[in-house]
């Protein structure tokens, strides 16, 4: 099931590439209502960022989709803005989840989602002694749903420690990439849109390769 997703996720974000690439080529794009949509955002004046942290964090409590909200920060406040307000939303509404998961709904979680995902399951115990680096993994790939995964390891024996540090390093290459893909899409650079569409799914490669190789370097060491 975990690879599914990771397929799934690299075919996805090569069709939004190319969907990008034909409405930029195409001149589709109007400058014009991405501005008025800034402006009505902006009009919030000092509250703009506190907002958007903030709604980003609830959607993560909430399980609810945050990547509509992730792709509109590129054009809201710029790709290096929209990055740091998407890394804080996204930090804290995983923490909120995870501990929610851990004191709240633990027995729910157990019963109802950790047995959907047999990979975190049957490995949990390489996710309590390597948390810091599976976490990153998990993250970069993702092949879980960012918000589930949240509240998943929050039901196994991950130190929090291990989950916090690892998410905060394992969501930067999304958190900037994917508003600077839209911003870049806004302003109809197609070498940049390629570009960063590209580290993107370069980066989704990465993580899941070395994923792979790091829980097959462990089973090896648990075998001996």
């Not at 975990?2 to 996720?9: D, I, M, N, P």
């Not at 509250?47 to 909430?62: E, K, Q, R, S, T």
Request: hydrophobic share 55%; with cysteine; net charge positive.
């Amino acid at each position: 099931m975990l690879k599914s997703f990771s397929v799934a996720r690299i075919l996805i974000l090569f069709v939004v590439l190319i969907l990008a690439v034909t409405v930029i080529e195409l001149g589709l794009i109007n400058p014009g209502e991405l501005e008025k949509m800034r402006g009505m955002f902006e009009s919030l004046g000092i509250w703009a960022p506190f907002v958007y942290v903030g709604l980003y964090m609830l959607l993560n409590i909430l399980l609810l989709p945050a990547t509509p909200l992730m792709l509109a920060a590129g054009i809201l406040f710029g790709s290096l803005w929209g990055g740091i307000y998407t890394w804080m939303g996204a930090m804290l509404g995983s923490t909120c989840a995870f501990f929610i998961a851990r004191f709240l709904i633990h027995d729910f979680i157990v019963k109802r989602l950790l047995s959907r995902f047999s990979s975190i399951q049957t490995h949990e115990e390489y996710f309590v002694r390597h948390g810091f680096v599976m976490t990153i993994f998990l993250r970069m790939t993702p092949v879980v749903p960012f918000n589930l995964a949240s509240v998943i390891l929050g039901a196994t024996r991950m130190p929090f420690r291990d989950y916090f540090f690892g998410t905060a390093v394992g969501i930067i290459p999304g958190s900037f990439l994917y508003p600077e893909l839209v911003h870049s899409i806004s302003s109809a650079d197609t070498v940049r849109t390629l570009l960063i569409g590209l580290l993107l799914i370069g980066f989704i490669l990465i993580g899941y390769f070395l994923r792979q190789v790091y829980e097959r370097t462990l089973e090896r060491k648990s075998a001996q």
